[in-house]
């Protein structure tokens, strides 16, 4: 019989993360887990108001749903996944927290490390980027002084995008992906792309409301620069739209609801000759650590929430820079905690 445990925490960012849907200063999440005998598989849900992910809520259907998921007899991840999609309909968050703690669990199981059991080796790992949120330029410009780092991410959509990304360019020449979280309009676009190219930015995160398809269609003939989808491709449903309309897929377990349905969204997106990035929803040291060990199936890594954060829950994932290793000698997914 498995035994469900989780555990809120409220984590502060060392910055105020600020995109274009809002400002943060500390991370809402929830680390819960699996345990079945002597192993435990773990998972991790945020908090994200503009995904109507709420912890309470969460809460509230773990114990609700307890005794039906104790009860579970885990015959394979995969089996697990469609279980869950059945019991909790519409919650994607925390379906992939208990996702990620039954393929942790079961990969333990089999005595092989996570990326092992879905039949990956652990090579041509991406290095992953640093964000920096939206910001005045000095700040900017501190930020990336203190902290050196081969790639950026940029957070644009505030109104001042070329003067903060002038300012980061002015004390870096590390490449740089700017991400737009859907806070342009195609005018704007229109007039911002172009200065992006100038400055030698390497790829667009969601620069436009995922509903605005024929926006996509207008702005992709008018740059060179890859365009990922982010918010217009949360689920399996999405990808083939936005394969029509973007150059690759962010893929984020929160978004998708879990490990199962993301590798079938990134086996379609690498058959039609898409890019894939592997991105989180600021999840601590647990949800980066599963979500890594996909990184041999990524071209782009965006799995630096546990960089962002002031304090750390467990461990798990290395960090040397901007170079992501997993514990030796550890089956699952490899959490400590």
């Known amino acids: ?12 960012f060392e910055y105020p993360f600020a995109i274009a849907k809002g400002t943060k200063t500390h991370q809402p999440t929830l680390v819960l887990s699996l345990g079945l005998g002597r192993l435990t598989g773990y998972g991790e849900a945020t908090e994200i108001g503009y995904y109507n992910a709420n912890l309470d809520e969460m ?38 927290a208990l996702d990620m703690a039954g393929w942790d669990l079961w990969a333990q199981l089999n005595r092989k490390p996570l990326y092992a059991l879905i039949g990956l080796q652990w090579k041509n790992i991406p290095l992953t980027d640093y964000t920096i949120g939206i910001n005045d330029p000095e700040a900017i410009r501190q930020r990336v ?3 050196p780092y081969p790639i950026y991410k940029l957070k644009m959509g505030g109104g001042q995008d070329l003067i903060a990304l002038e300012a980061l360019r002015s004390v870096t020449s ?13 005018e704007e676009a229109k007039r911002i792309v172009p ?4 400055l030698d930015v390497e790829l667009i995160e969601q620069p436009l409301h995922r509903d ?17 989808a982010d918010e217009a491709c949360r689920e399996e449903k999405d990808v083939a739209a936005c394969l029509e309309m973007y150059d690759g897929i962010n ?19 690498l058959k039609a000759g898409k890019k894939i990035m592997l991105g989180g929803m600021c999840e601590n040291v647990v949800g980066a650590t599963v979500l890594a060990h996909l990184l041999p ?17 467990g461990e798990g994932l290395i960090y040397n820079g901007a170079e992501i290793s997993l514990p030796e000698g550890r089956t699952g997914a490899g959490i400590f905690m």
């Open 1 to 12: 019989m498995l035994q469900l445990k989780y555990r809120r925490y409220d984590l502060p």
């Open 59 to 96: 809460i509230v259907l773990l114990e609700k749903n307890r005794h039906t998921i104790e009860r579970y007899a885990l015959n394979g991840p995969e089996r697990f996944w469609h279980f869950l999609h059945h019991l909790l309909p519409g919650q994607p968050f925390l379906i992939a």
């Open 145 to 147: 002084i203190g902290r």
């Open 174 to 186: 590390s490449a740089v992906r700017v991400d737009a979280n859907e806070g342009w309009s195609l």
């Open 195 to 198: 200065e992006l190219e100038r």
């Open 212 to 228: 605005d398809k024929e926006g996509m269609k207008a702005l992709k003939q008018l740059t060179r620069l890859p365009i990922i």
């Open 251 to 269: 893929i984020k377990l929160a978004k998708c609801g879990g490990i199962t349905p993301a590798l079938s969204m990134i086996r379609a997106a």
């Open 297 to 313: 199936l990524a071209n782009y890594a965006d799995i630096d929430g546990p960089l962002l954060l002031k304090e750390r829950v």
